[in-house]
């Protein structure tokens, strides 16, 4: 799973994503998806998803909880 793929991306799912500013540094932003923006089933640089706090940018990883 690394952001390309729709199916792996659903609402209220920690990811971290590189904002439209941050492109050329690669600086990744950690947040919770509030809606998926990309329509098609994938997408080579990332599915564009909206943060609960607004931010919009492709999705790079995935937040992973330590148990």
């Known amino acids: 799973m690394d952001g390309r793929n729709r199916q792996d991306i659903r609402p209220g799912l920690e990811v971290c994503i590189v904002l439209k500013q941050d492109q050329r540094t690669g600086k990744r932003t950690k ?18 998803v909206r ?15 330590a148990t």
């Open 51 to 65: 943060l609960e706090d607004g931010r919009v940018g492709r999705v790079q990883g995935f937040q992973t909880s």
């Open 31 to 48: 947040g919770i998806v509030k809606d998926i923006l990309t329509k098609s089933h994938t997408h080579p640089h990332g599915i564009k």
